[in-house]
């Protein structure tokens, strides 16, 4: 992360972000949770991101790490379900991590020991139909230096992969089989929101 | 609450269920079988009172339900385990090392747990006795 646009803007900027994709999407997330889960999703994860946008001044006037690790407890706080705990571990070890560290391998660093804390918090691993399944074909191309735009793409095509997955975790695995054919709604609010963070940042700091 | 628990010699339990009426109910029946003498405290719904769990509810409770002897703490679905791990790891250490979330049926293990709990028994035994009922 450069230091471009400065700390508050891009902070405040990534909040507005987040929230206006979730909010946009709130009704279509809650839909792919009524077909395999609780049919909540969209609304906690709406509440989370209230709940941080409430907060964002305070969140704009820290370092980034440290506004990533006060974000991750916000979600925990307010989410509610098990997507609160997830994304927040995953926010909160990015900005640990990040701690003390910049550029873009401390950031790919960051992102892969977050999503093992992820996946450790959730008990699950790749093609189990979570949220890992955007997860870590996104770290595999912020890796490979893909640029924005592919990290973005790549996201949404992996959300669309777990329509064809058998849920192995959550409250979609007690479907079985029934779970295949539905796009995982913690996978698609996943992919929504790095590519809503890749478009922010592509307009903000143009390669 | 914390801090000024007349019965916290003994092991506390705390339940947490999506359904407030659930995790109402079940303490409802420790109680019946324990009375006062074990810490109890429940969970239930998200912040908005609707279905679901959250974190910052999960970890009122334990603090309500603290006892220096540990608390057992018994989950229904997927979440609320995920939002309790959260809530233990708030608490912080040294304390968080003193709660245990346990594999256990929700109601079944509650009841039992606390009447372990009620005789003084440790943590790791009140733990053990509820875990007895999950295959």
């Known amino acids: 992360m450069s230091e471009v646009p400065a700390n508050a803007a891009l902070i405040g900027g990534l909040i507005e972000a987040c929230r206006e994709v979730i909010a946009v999407n709130a009704d279509h997330l809650s839909e792919l949770d009524r077909a395999i889960g609780d049919g909540d999703h969209g609304t906690n994860m709406c509440r989370g991101l209230e709940a941080v946008y409430a907060e964002r001044s305070r969140l704009a006037e820290l370092p980034l790490p440290k506004a990533l690790e006060e974000t991750g407890l916000t979600l925990v706080m307010s989410v509610g379900g098990a997507a609160g705990p997830l994304y927040g571990t995953l926010l909160i070890e990015i900005g640990r991590h990040l701690a003390g560290a910049n550029g873009q391998i401390a950031f790919a660093r960051a992102l892969e020991h977050a999503i093992d804390a992820v996946a450790r918090r959730g008990r699950a691993s790749a093609g189990d139909k979570t949220l890992l399944d955007v997860l870590y074909p996104v770290h595999a191309e912020v890796v490979r230096r893909a640029g924005l735009a592919g990290i973005a793409e790549q996201a949404e095509r992996a959300a669309s992969l777990t329509f ?24 698609k609010s996943c992919a929504l929101l790095t590519a809503a963070i890749c478009r922010f940042l592509e307009e903000q700091c143009p390669a | ?15 947490v269920s999506h359904s407030p009426l659930v995790a109402e109910g079940a303490a409802d029946m420790v109680r019946q079988m324990v009375g006062d003498c074990v810490p109890l405290a429940w969970s ?13 509810g999960i970890l009122a409770a334990i603090e309500r339900a603290w006892s220096d002897a540990g608390v057992a703490v018994f989950v229904d679905l997927g979440g609320a385990e995920t939002n309790s791990e959260m809530a233990v790891e ?25 009447a372990e709990a009620s005789g003084g028994a440790a943590l790791a035994r009140v733990v053990a006795t509820a875990e007895e009922l999950s295959p």
Not at chain 2, 1 to 15: E, R, Y
Not at chain 2, 90 to 114: D, F, T
């Open chain 2, 44 to 56: 239930g719904g998200n912040a908005e009172g609707g279905l679901g769990t959250h974190a910052a």
């Open chain 2, 90 to 114: 708030m608490l912080g250490e040294p304390r968080s090392g003193r709660v245990i979330i346990c594999n256990a049926p929700l109601v079944e293990g509650a009841v039992m747990a606390a």
């Open chain 1, 164 to 187: 064809g997955m058998k849920a192995m975790r959550g409250r979609a695995a007690f479907l079985g089989d029934r779970s295949v054919g539905h796009v995982d709604p913690g996978a």
């Open chain 2, 1 to 15: 609450m914390s801090g000024m628990n007349p019965k916290s010699a003994n092991v506390g339990i705390v339940i």
